[in-house]
């Protein structure tokens, strides 16, 4: 590999879909870009159902057809299952928008993100996996050094125009600089595996991703069908609650299986793939999100929560915005916090939407069948939610009266 003596316009660290967005979008427009992964790709990640609104930024991309042709499976809709076993009438995106961007699809990671990654470097980006960043140095002003590891060499200095964190919840650059804060009513853990022959929707019925909720409701599963006759499935849970006892993965993971009669039926005939994974999905955000000649992106920026596969959607358009704002920097000459950051403002309000829908979902008090008995005609306005449309004005008055009835229903608890 041979490095840049001066500074690379942009590095991007981290290539997962946020990385590998925010490289291949600046590099497409001729300006000098490194995109670095610590891991070999294609590399095992979690977060395969992808939301329908993906679909803009991955046209954008150009990656549309390449999605086509994967073979991944198809996502139409959304089911929610009680802890009784009673299944809620299925959120089917096209009866709400019928073009196509209403279909999404359920990606393995690996490839979804190795096809990224390889996109990015058919844009102009420099891409280089196993090469890990020992250290970033934020000077006063711009351009800022790092200092890297390649699996077979030696230590190397370069330096970038704009350093941009793409990783993920390992926050590299926010963690560095201590501007992370953590949400104490998220505090969740992750197990979760690939299972072959587990129940599938009937032939040539289309796959959608369901919720489970296990008895009490104090934990859920997912269950996200995936191609090669595979099933994704999750158990997500309160730290606290699920790590309380000295148990192995594999035991919790059972135990609440068991107490799950819905999936319990769904696993009759399967078998898991590899070794379960945990992951802990704590919450978080951060109290600044860009600075002189650096800026966050994906998980790096923040993280909400597994349940509404709201992940890559938020990784995707993160790292498309700040690519339009980088470019839009360097062409001016202007790599200022106010430039690079102009975007996350109105970003973040997005994510604090899908948070509110969020804090809806754990709360046992409260019920979305309730509430759509109240506000039938808030219907599909839950459906552009569930779609990722939180970016736009119309959410606004819906998420505040869902905030409204979440609160209204705690308060009841209390009384």
Not at 53 to 76: E, M, N, P, S, Y
Not at 152 to 176: E, K, M
Not at 230 to 237: F, P
Not at 259 to 269: E, S
Request: glycine share 8%; proline share 4%; aromatic share 8%.
């Amino acid at each position: 590999m041979q490095w840049r003596s001066s500074p690379y316009d942009c590095v991007v660290i981290g290539a997962g879909p946020a990385g590998c967005t925010a490289a291949a979008l600046v590099a497409e427009r001729g300006h000098a870009t490194l995109l670095l992964e610590r891991e070999r790709m294609p590399r095992f990640h979690v977060g395969e159902s992808l939301m329908p609104d993906t679909f803009w930024t991955l046209q954008r991309l150009g990656i549309l057809d390449q999605l086509h042709a994967a073979g991944f499976v198809q996502k139409v809709g959304v089911q929610f299952v009680s802890p009784s076993g009673t299944e809620s009438q299925p959120f089917y995106f096209a009866e709400h928008d019928p073009r196509m961007c209403s279909r999404t699809w359920h990606v393995e990671r690996a490839a979804f993100d190795q096809l990224l990654f390889d996109n990015a470097a058919r844009k102009g980006a420099t891409c280089v996996d196993q090469t890990k960043v020992v250290d970033v140095r934020v000077q006063p002003a711009s351009p800022h050094e790092l200092m890297l590891k390649t699996a077979d060499g030696p230590q190397v200095s370069i330096r970038a125009r704009v350093v941009v964190d793409a990783t993920g919840q390992q926050a590299l650059l926010a963690n560095r600089l201590g501007l992370r804060v953590m949400n104490p009513d998220l505090k969740k853990v992750a197990i979760w595996g690939h299972y072959r022959n587990a129940r599938r929707t009937a032939p040539d019925t289309e796959e959608i991703t369901t919720i489970l909720h296990t008895a009490g409701k104090l934990a859920w599963f997912w269950y996200i069908p995936l191609s090669g006759n595979k099933v994704s499935i999750g158990l997500v849970g309160d730290a606290a609650y699920l790590l309380k006892q000295d148990k192995q993965p594999e035991a919790v993971f059972a135990a609440h299986a068991e107490a799950c009669p819905a999936l319990r039926d769904r696993l009759t005939d399967a078998e898991l793939v590899a070794p379960l994974q945990v992951v802990r999905e704590f919450s978080y955000t951060t109290r600044q999100h860009a600075g002189d000649g650096w800026v966050l992106v994906g998980d790096a920026f923040g993280f909400i929560d597994p349940v509404y596969s709201t992940g890559v959607l938020l990784a995707l358009r993160s790292g498309e915005l700040a690519a339009d704002a980088i470019h839009a920097g360097l062409i001016r000459d202007d790599v200022s916090a106010e430039q690079l950051g102009s975007w996350t403002a109105s970003y973040a309000q997005g994510v604090e939407r899908f948070r509110s829908l969020v804090t809806a979902f754990y709360t046992n008090e409260f019920s979305f069948a309730d509430f759509l008995r109240r506000h039938p005609d808030y219907r599909g306005g839950l459906i552009d939610l569930l779609i990722g449309r939180a970016f736009v004005d119309s959410a606004a008055t819906l998420v505040t009266d869902l905030q409204h009835a979440v609160q209204a229903a705690q308060a009841a608890r209390v009384a």
